[in-house]
């Protein structure tokens, strides 16, 4: 895989919305976060541009994104915030540039997308909060900034009474459950033989839960995994006849048969401490009894 090169201070990094609609005062205290570690943050010429839920129209979100793809001077791009409509921008971009001069594309959420399309094309992205979000949790927000700039060695998780106990390793992949799911049989699809998957999710019905595991399993993508790494699974929904089961339990139950190491509640997804981890870098996952870690290669 293809690491772009870490930022220093100078460097320009780009902030762009690929999905929903945001505002100018809703990003002003992370363009001077950013400013703080001495980059120079540059916005999309549609960033604050309006199309009903999303951030302008499918054509002007991608003529932001290929900007920032293309521009060699960018450093890094900055997805502002998730949502939905990534998904809706990839037949209209072409990633020839950005594989001429690859960089940091930062971001979690309906930003899956763009993690899987890039995973295919061997080249590392970040899997960290995005700057609607950077004032939540100083600890997430600060691991963030230790990766793009090359001081993030390890991450680790409480133990959790699911954990499946074990030691694995292989390229990181994945992101957020429902958009993986949105994307398997697609040419996005991802190839997670052999490698760590993190999975995580928000806001979705337990049966929905069980529906997309059942479709990763079906279509091959657990039964050749080195390990499998939990997010967060927030504010899951139940119907009136209780599925009986929770999320953590449904995905225990998609890998019962296979040998790999799980953990659960590990601190990223769409939780405040959502902790930066490198997609398509070589991973070390360690579960024991007492504590979980996660480090790189």
């Keep these: 895989m293809v690491q772009p090169a870490y930022l220093k201070q100078g460097d320009k990094v780009a902030i762009i919305a690929t999905a929903r609609k945001i505002s100018q005062e809703e990003l002003q205290a992370a363009v001077t976060f950013l400013e703080g570690y001495g980059l120079s943050a540059v916005f999309g010429k549609h960033l604050f ?66 993690h ?40 680790t998780a409480m133990p959790h009474p699911l954990n499946r106990k074990g030691k694995a390793s292989g390229e990181m992949v994945g992101g957020n459950l429902s958009l993986i799911y949105s994307l398997s049989g697609t040419k996005y699809d991802i190839d997670t033989a052999g490698k760590v998957l993190f999975i995580e999710d928000l806001d979705e019905y337990l049966y929905h839960i069980d529906r997309m595991m059942m479709q990763l399993k079906l279509s091959g993508k657990l039964e050749r995994l080195s390990g499998l790494v939990v997010g967060g699974m927030t504010d899951m929904k139940d119907n009136l006849v209780p599925f009986g089961k929770t999320a953590e339990e449904i995905i225990l139950d998609a890998v019962k048969e296979y040998p790999f190491p799980v953990c659960f509640h590990f601190p990223a997804g769409h939780i405040d401490k959502n902790m930066a981890l490198y997609l398509g870098r070589k991973t070390k996952l360690e579960v024991h009894a007492d504590s979980v870690s996660l480090s790189y290669e």
Excluded: C
């Design 116 to 155: 899987n399309v890039i995973h295919r094309l061997g080249v590392e992205t970040l899997h960290a909060t995005m700057p609607i979000n950077f004032h939540k949790h100083e600890e997430a927000t600060r691991s963030m900034m230790q990766a793009l700039m090359g001081g993030l060695n390890y991450t």
């Design 49 to 114: 541009a309006v199309d009903n839920q999303y951030a302008g129209t499918d054509s002007q979100r991608a003529e932001d994104l290929q900007w920032a793809l293309d521009d060699a001077e960018i450093k890094a791009v900055f997805v502002a915030r998730g949502g939905y409509g990534t998904v809706r921008l990839m037949e209209a971009v072409s990633f020839d540039g950005f594989l001429k001069s690859p960089k940091w594309i930062v971001g979690y959420s309906d930003i899956t997308v763009l």
